[in-house]
Structure formats: C-alpha cells, structure tokens
C-alpha cells in the first residue's frame, strides 16, 4: 500500500483513503473541544461526505467507524466540554 501526501491529507492512492492520523492532526490544529456529532461534521466538512478512511492496519472506514476506533484506541481525552487530541497520542509514522 502506498500512501501520497497532498497538500490536504495523506491519502492511499489506491483506494484514495485518507489515513486516520490526518483526522486526529485536524484535531490537533483546531484546538476545538468536539463531541462525536461536532467532530463527525468537521471530517465531512475537510474530507466530504463519501471519503473512506485508512488506519495503519485496515481501511476503507466510514465516518462513524473512524471516530469509534479512534476512540477505542484511546486517542482522545474526554473532558466535560468535550474530546481533544492532544500531540502526543499521535504516533508519528
């Protein structure tokens, strides 16, 4: 599997799935608190309604199965005011 980063999102360029770590770096830059409904607008909002997404692992993920194996994978912070991504649960390849 190759992936190919553009200047938007690291994308297989086969299967042209954007990979799970570019949800969490948007994450990381916007600073934002999100519940799972404000971050499932803001994936549809940066990669649209029909991208499928990739993990280091598996792809072809829809929104919703995205945000639960991110969350499975304990890679938010839950707080009151909702999730964030901090810099170091990314990891880095």
């Known amino acids: 599997m190759r992936w190919l980063r553009t ?4 994308m297989n360029n086969e299967n042209n799935e954007v990979h ?3 949800i969490i770096q948007m994450m990381m830059d916007s600073g934002v608190n999100y519940t799972r ?8 909002e940066r990669f ?12 072809g993920l829809t929104v919703e199965e995205c945000i639960d194996f991110l969350i499975a994978r304990g890679k938010f912070v839950d707080s009151a ?5 901090p810099n170091d649960l990314l990891c880095g390849h």
């Open 7 to 10: 200047s938007f999102n690291i």
């Open 20 to 22: 799970v770590h570019e």
């Open 37 to 44: 409904e404000t971050l499932r607008a803001a994936i549809i």
């Open 48 to 59: 649209g309604p029909d991208a499928r997404f990739a993990t280091c692992g598996s792809g």
């Open 81 to 85: 005011s909702g999730f964030t991504a």
